[in-house]
């Protein structure tokens, strides 16, 4: 029997091999230069080809790449991702009253993407997590 637990004990000595993981960050929406400062801070690489302000993230291999987020008047812009901050600014640029529950990143709107009657939608109502 010492013989067996010398063995399982050797075998389990040797070090496990790690992969190595490179998680990019994915699917965020907010302002380009934040974006800019923050991706510079951390030595991630940052590709910028837009001109718009309000921006969405995507990641492959070579870093993160920014595409534009479309603000167009009479249309609900979709919230979903962005931080409480960047949401709030859109909000009152549109003239609405947002309620809030939670932390975190928007995850659900009351309001539809691509929605919006100005004469009707007083408020909007957002879920963070």
């Given amino acids: 029997m010492r013989d067996i637990n ?6 389990n000595e040797q070090p496990k091999p790690v992969l190595a993981v490179n998680v990019l960050p994915i699917g965020n929406h907010g302002f ?3 974006f800019e ?14 001109t ?12 993160v790449y920014t595409l534009p987020q479309q603000k167009v008047k009479g249309q609900m ?14 909000m009152d640029e549109f003239g609405i009253e947002t309620r809030i529950k939670g932390v975190g990143k928007v995850v659900w709107q009351s309001v539809q993407t691509g ?8 408020s909007i ?5």
């Fill in 32 to 34: 380009a230069k934040d």
């Fill in 77 to 90: 812009p979709d919230l979903t991702g962005m931080g409480l901050r960047d949401a709030l600014f859109i």
């Fill in 115 to 122: 929605t919006y009657d100005p004469r009707i939608t007083k």
């Fill in 6 to 11: 010398r063995v399982a004990y050797q075998v």
């Fill in 52 to 63: 718009s302000s309000w921006v969405r993230t995507i990641s492959d291999h070579d870093g």
């Fill in 125 to 129: 109502d957002l879920l963070l997590e």
């Fill in 37 to 50: 400062k923050l991706f510079s801070f951390i030595g991630l690489p940052y590709h910028n080809q837009q």
